[in-house]
C-alpha cells in the first residue's frame, strides 16, 4: 500500500463523519493520480495561508483541514498571550462553503475559550485586516482562496499588526497544527463568545479610506466602470468611491451578484484580460474613463484606462503601481508632507520603477520578498519610526496608509480613481501620466510568464525546473551579459565575473534572480498560491521625449520576447 493510501485508511473511522468516509473509500477504489493528489500530503502555509482544491483528503480544503489549522492556531494564540482574553475577527469570501467555513472556524476558537467577532456576510479581505486592528484582537482569518478557480477556497492567518503571518508565528502555528490529530479538535462550541460585526466596522473602515484623499480635481467629470466579478467588494467599493466624490460610476450589474461560480468568467482574477471583457465592453458602449475590477476577496485590482489612440487599454500591476506612487509622492510633495520620515515599499519581482521613482523624491523604498505580509512586516518593524506612503506588487496588489496591513483594493480603487480625476483636471490623463513617468524615471516594461503544473507530478515538475534554472546560470541572454545572480534560497548575491558572493538580508525563499549589463532583470519563483511556476521579466531604458514612447515600447516588446524565446517560456 503506497502512502497517499496509508494515510486515506485513517479516514474511513471515527472522528471522520460517514460523508466523508464514502468520498475517501471512493479515492481509494480509484486510486491512481485521484487518491495521491487528495492525501499525498499536508495543507502548508504559502505566501497566502492555506489554499487548495475543496475536497475529502489531507491535501484538500474541508472542514477537517480547516478545524485542525483552527485548533492548532487556538493552541498556540493561548500560548502566546497566557492570562488574557485571546480575540480574532473572521470574514469569508463569496466562495462555496466559505460563509460554513468560517461559521465552523468561528465554533472551534470560541470552543477554545477564545472570544470571536464574525462578520455577518462577506466582506473584503481588507476590511478584515482593518478589523483586527480595530478590534484590538490578537489574530485574524479570512477564508478566501482569492482568484483562483471555484472548485478551490482556502484560509488566511493574520497577526494582531493586521499582516498576514509571517516568520516566526507561520512556522510556529503549523507545528501546532501538524500536532493537532482528528479526535483532537474542540467543536464544543461556546455561542457567548461569537459576536456578529458589519456596518460599524464598515463605516471606521470607509472613514479611513476617505481619508487618504489628496485633490478633489476632477472627481465629478471621471466616468468609470466598475465590476466586482461576482466577489465581495460589491459591498465596500460602490460606497468608497461615493464617499470620495465620485459621481459618475456605472456597475457591472451582470458580474454584481456575489457568486462562487463566477458565471460570466473563466477566471476570477483581473490580472487575466478575459476577465475584465464586460466591463471593458460597458466602458466602450457609454464612452467612460475608465475601469475598475477586483477579485473576488478584494484585494486585487485592475485597472483599464483610454490610451493615446482613445481606446480603452488594460494595464499590468506595475504600471498602475509606478503611477499610483507617482502621484501619491508628488502630492505629498506638493502639500508640504515629506519631512525625511516617509517610504514606500515593492516586492522583488515589482517593477524597479517604483525604486527609482522614490529615488527621485529622496524617499526610502525597501524591497521585500514577494506577498504583501513582507510589506506588513517592514511597517511593523518601522512602526512610530516612519511614516509609510504606500506600496505594491506586480501582481496587481497596492496599499495605502497603514491602517490596512495587506493589499487593499478597495482603497486602491479609489486612489487610483483619484489618480485618473486629477489627470483629467489637468487636461491629461492616467495613460499621459505614465509616460510622463517613464520620461522622467525610465521607460520599464514587464512581462509575467505563468506556466501550470498540477498535482504531484507538477509539483516535482517545478522543482525541477527551479532546480535547473538555479544549477545552469547562463552567461549571457539574447545578447546580453548576465553579471548577477540572485538566489534568496541561500541567500547568495553572487558576480559571475570576479566569483565574489554576497549575503542577501531577506528571509530564505525559492526564487532566483537574474541582472544583466542592460539592467534587465529575470526572475523565477513557484507560486505560494497557485499550482504554478512563475517568470518574471523586466527590461528598460532611457525615453528622452514622449514623442517616441511608440518606437521604445515596441523595442522593449521585441527584448522581452527574445528573452521568453531563448529561455523556452
Request: charged content about 25%; glycine content about 8%.
Given at each position: 500500500?503506497?502512502?497517499?493510501?496509508?494515510?486515506?485508511?485513517?479516514?474511513?473511522?471515527?472522528?471522520?463523519?460517514?460523508?466523508?468516509?464514502?468520498?475517501?473509500?471512493?479515492?481509494?477504489?480509484?486510486?491512481?493520480?485521484?487518491?495521491?493528489?487528495?492525501?499525498?500530503?499536508?495543507?502548508?502555509?504559502?505566501?497566502?495561508?492555506?489554499?487548495?482544491?475543496?475536497?475529502?483528503?489531507?491535501?484538500?480544503?474541508?472542514?477537517?483541514?480547516?478545524?485542525?489549522?483552527?485548533?492548532?492556531?487556538?493552541?498556540?494564540?493561548?500560548?502566546?498571550?497566557?492570562?488574557?482574553?485571546?480575540?480574532?475577527?473572521?470574514?469569508?469570501?463569496?466562495?462555496?462553503?466559505?460563509?460554513?467555513?468560517?461559521?465552523?472556524?468561528?465554533?472551534?476558537?470560541?470552543?477554545?475559550?477564545?472570544?470571536?467577532?464574525?462578520?455577518?456576510?462577506?466582506?473584503?479581505?481588507?476590511?478584515?485586516?482593518?478589523?483586527?486592528?480595530?478590534?484590538?484582537?490578537?489574530?485574524?482569518?479570512?477564508?478566501?482562496?482569492?482568484?483562483?478557480?471555484?472548485?478551490?477556497?482556502?484560509?488566511?492567518?493574520?497577526?494582531?499588526?493586521?499582516?498576514?503571518?509571517?516568520?516566526?508565528?507561520?512556522?510556529?502555528?503549523?507545528?501546532?497544527?501538524?500536532?493537532?490529530?482528528?479526535?483532537?479538535?474542540?467543536?464544543?462550541?461556546?455561542?457567548?463568545?461569537?459576536?456578529?460585526?458589519?456596518?460599524?466596522?464598515?463605516?471606521?473602515?470607509?472613514?479611513?479610506?476617505?481619508?487618504?484623499?489628496?485633490?478633489?480635481?476632477?472627481?465629478?467629470?471621471?466616468?468609470v466602470v466598475f465590476t466586482s466579478i461576482h466577489g465581495t467588494s460589491i459591498t465596500l467599493v460602490p460606497p468608497a468611491l461615493a464617499n470620495a466624490g465620485f459621481k459618475n460610476v456605472s456597475i457591472v450589474e451582470e458580474q454584481a451578484t456575489p457568486d462562487g461560480?463566477?458565471?460570466?468568467?473563466?477566471?476570477?482574477?483581473?490580472?487575466?484580460?478575459?476577465?475584465?471583457?464586460?466591463?471593458?465592453?460597458?466602458?466602450?458602449?457609454?464612452?467612460?474613463?475608465?475601469?475598475?475590477?477586483?477579485?473576488?476577496?478584494?484585494?486585487?485590482?485592475?485597472?483599464?484606462?483610454?490610451?493615446?489612440?482613445?481606446?480603452?487599454?488594460?494595464?499590468?500591476?506595475?504600471?498602475?503601481?509606478?503611477?499610483?506612487?507617482?502621484?501619491?509622492?508628488?502630492?505629498?510633495?506638493?502639500?508640504?508632507?515629506?519631512?525625511?520620515?516617509?517610504?514606500?515599499?515593492?516586492?522583488?519581482?515589482?517593477?524597479?520603477?517604483?525604486?527609482?521613482?522614490?529615488?527621485?523624491?529622496?524617499?526610502?523604498?525597501?524591497?521585500?520578498?514577494?506577498?504583501?505580509?513582507?510589506?506588513?512586516?517592514?511597517?511593523?518593524?518601522?512602526?512610530?519610526?516612519?511614516?509609510?506612503?504606500?506600496?505594491?506588487?506586480?501582481?496587481?496588489?497596492?496599499?495605502?496608509?497603514?491602517?490596512?496591513?495587506?493589499?487593499?483594493?478597495?482603497?486602491s480603487a479609489v486612489m487610483l480613481a483619484e489618480t485618473a480625476a486629477f489627470a483629467k483636471s489637468q487636461g491629461g490623463s492616467f495613460y499621459e501620466m505614465l509616460?510622463?513617468?517613464?520620461?522622467?524615471?525610465?521607460?520599464?516594461?514587464?512581462?509575467?510568464?505563468?506556466?501550470?503544473?498540477?498535482?504531484?507530478?507538477?509539483?516535482?515538475?517545478?522543482?525541477?525546473?527551479?532546480?535547473?534554472?538555479?544549477?545552469?546560470?547562463?552567461?549571457?541572454?539574447?545578447?546580453?551579459?548576465?553579471?548577477?545572480?540572485?538566489?534568496?534560497?541561500?541567500?547568495?548575491?553572487?558576480?559571475?565575473?570576479?566569483?565574489?558572493?554576497?549575503?542577501?538580508?531577506?528571509?530564505?525563499?525559492?526564487?532566483?534572480?537574474?541582472?544583466?549589463?542592460?539592467?534587465?532583470?529575470?526572475?523565477?519563483?513557484?507560486?505560494?498560491?497557485?499550482?504554478?511556476?512563475?517568470?518574471?521579466?523586466?527590461?528598460?531604458?532611457?525615453?528622452?521625449?514622449?514623442?517616441?514612447?511608440?518606437?521604445?515600447?515596441?523595442?522593449?516588446?521585441?527584448?522581452?520576447?527574445?528573452?521568453?524565446?531563448?529561455?523556452?517560456?
Amino acid at each position: 500500500m503506497n502512502q497517499a493510501a496509508e494515510r486515506a485508511q485513517a479516514w474511513l473511522k471515527a472522528p471522520y463523519d460517514e460523508e466523508t468516509q464514502k468520498a475517501t473509500q471512493a479515492l481509494l477504489d480509484e486510486g491512481g493520480d485521484a487518491l495521491a493528489d487528495a492525501f499525498y500530503q499536508d495543507l502548508d502555509f504559502g505566501t497566502g495561508g492555506l489554499r487548495g482544491i475543496m475536497g475529502v483528503g489531507t491535501n484538500r480544503i474541508n472542514k477537517y483541514t480547516l478545524g485542525a489549522a483552527t485548533q492548532g492556531l487556538a493552541n498556540y494564540l493561548n500560548q502566546q498571550f497566557p492570562n488574557q482574553e485571546v480575540k480574532v475577527a473572521i470574514a469569508h469570501d463569496s466562495r462555496h462553503n466559505s460563509k460554513p467555513f468560517a461559521r465552523q472556524v468561528a465554533e472551534v476558537l470560541s470552543a477554545n475559550n477564545i472570544k470571536v467577532y464574525l462578520y455577518e456576510d462577506l466582506r473584503p479581505t481588507p476590511a478584515l485586516s482593518f478589523a483586527i486592528r480595530h478590534l484590538n484582537c490578537q489574530s485574524g482569518i479570512v477564508l478566501t482562496a482569492s482568484h483562483n478557480p471555484p472548485a478551490y477556497n482556502g484560509y488566511k492567518v493574520y497577526w494582531s499588526d493586521g499582516g498576514q503571518l509571517v516568520p516566526p508565528h507561520d512556522k510556529a502555528v503549523i507545528k501546532e497544527v501538524r500536532a493537532v490529530s482528528a479526535d483532537a479538535i474542540n467543536y464544543d462550541a461556546k455561542p457567548e463568545l461569537i459576536e456578529m460585526i458589519g456596518d460599524e466596522i464598515d463605516q471606521a473602515y470607509l472613514a479611513e479610506v476617505k481619508k487618504l484623499s489628496l485633490s478633489e480635481g476632477g472627481k465629478e467629470d471621471l466616468s468609470v466602470v466598475f465590476t466586482s466579478i461576482h466577489g465581495t467588494s460589491i459591498t465596500l467599493v460602490p460606497p468608497a468611491l461615493a464617499n470620495a466624490g465620485f459621481k459618475n460610476v456605472s456597475i457591472v450589474e451582470e458580474q454584481a451578484t456575489p457568486d462562487g461560480d463566477f458565471p460570466t468568467v473563466k477566471s476570477p482574477n483581473p490580472e487575466e484580460a478575459e476577465a475584465l471583457s464586460m466591463a471593458l465592453k460597458q466602458a466602450e458602449a457609454e464612452n467612460d474613463d475608465m475601469v475598475i475590477g477586483t477579485d473576488p476577496d478584494a484585494d486585487r485590482v485592475g485597472i483599464a484606462v483610454r490610451n493615446l489612440d482613445g481606446e480603452m487599454e488594460l494595464l499590468n500591476g506595475n504600471q498602475a503601481a509606478s503611477v499610483l506612487i507617482y502621484y501619491l509622492l508628488e502630492n505629498w510633495k506638493q502639500n508640504n508632507k515629506l519631512t525625511g520620515k516617509e517610504y514606500v515599499a515593492k516586492t522583488i519581482v515589482t517593477t524597479d520603477l517604483i525604486a527609482k521613482i522614490a529615488e527621485g523624491y529622496n524617499v526610502p523604498c525597501p524591497e521585500c520578498l514577494t506577498g504583501f505580509k513582507w510589506i506588513a512586516d517592514i511597517i511593523r518593524k518601522r512602526e512610530g519610526e516612519a511614516t509609510f506612503i504606500g506600496g505594491g506588487e506586480e501582481s496587481y496588489g497596492y496599499m495605502i496608509g497603514d491602517f490596512v496591513r495587506d493589499k487593499d483594493a478597495v482603497a486602491s480603487a479609489v486612489m487610483l480613481a483619484e489618480t485618473a480625476a486629477f489627470a483629467k483636471s489637468q487636461g491629461g490623463s492616467f495613460y499621459e501620466m505614465l509616460i510622463d513617468v517613464y520620461v522622467k524615471f525610465g521607460f520599464y516594461l514587464e512581462k509575467l510568464v505563468s506556466l501550470k503544473r498540477e498535482g504531484m507530478k507538477g509539483q516535482e515538475e517545478i522543482a525541477q525546473m527551479m532546480q535547473d534554472f538555479r544549477t545552469k546560470t547562463p552567461t549571457t541572454i539574447a545578447g546580453e551579459q548576465v553579471l548577477e545572480v540572485l538566489d534568496y534560497q541561500s541567500s547568495e548575491h553572487r558576480f559571475p565575473a570576479d566569483g565574489r558572493t554576497e549575503k542577501i538580508d531577506l528571509p530564505q525563499s525559492n526564487v532566483v534572480q537574474f541582472v544583466t549589463d542592460k539592467g534587465t532583470k529575470i526572475t523565477a519563483r513557484p507560486s505560494g498560491t497557485e499550482p504554478k511556476i512563475k517568470f518574471y521579466v523586466s527590461v528598460n531604458d532611457k525615453l528622452d521625449d514622449k514623442a517616441n514612447f511608440a518606437v521604445m515600447k515596441a523595442d522593449l516588446e521585441r527584448r522581452i520576447d527574445n528573452i521568453c524565446k531563448e529561455l523556452g517560456l
